[in-house]
């Protein structure tokens, strides 16, 4: 599985994006998703997963009611809706695949990953 994000730029404080992540291959409903975040100095930290069929979501705290996780096996696509961004949002978003919706929680061991794709926040 290949995938790209995509969505990413500079936005005001208050403002919206909303990222896409483009899975190449024909197992792509198989597996579980996640959004993750590196802000310059900082670790990664897991933004928000998806489960394979999209029964299950998580977010991290920070996040919760302002982002939305979604995904349409059909177009091989999941999307990261964010709204009421804040400066603190401000970094590399990625997105990953993995075969255990656990692991794009916790981040570790995961089977794919694309490149990133800038989100800046301006206060």
């Known amino acids: 599985v290949q995938l790209q994000a995509s969505g990413g730029g500079l936005v005001q404080a208050g403002g919206s994006l909303r990222l896409s992540c483009a899975a190449s291959?024909?197992?792509?409903?198989?597996?579980?998703m996640g959004w993750f975040r590196q802000a310059p100095g900082k670790e990664r930290e897991v933004v928000a997963a998806i489960s394979w069929s999209g029964d299950m979501t998580y977010y991290r705290d920070s996040v919760k009611g302002r982002f939305t996780i979604s995904r349409d096996n059909a177009r091989n696509t999941v999307f990261l809706q964010m709204n009421s961004l804040k400066p603190e949002d401000t970094a590399v978003y990625y997105c990953?695949?993995?075969?255990?919706?656990?692991?794009?929680?916790?981040?570790?061991?995961?089977?794919?990953w694309g490149k990133g794709t800038q989100v800046t926040v301006s206060s």
């Open positions: 990953a695949a993995d075969a255990y919706y656990n692991r794009c929680i916790t981040g570790h061991d995961l089977d794919y």
């Open positions: 291959g024909r197992t792509f409903s198989s597996y579980a």
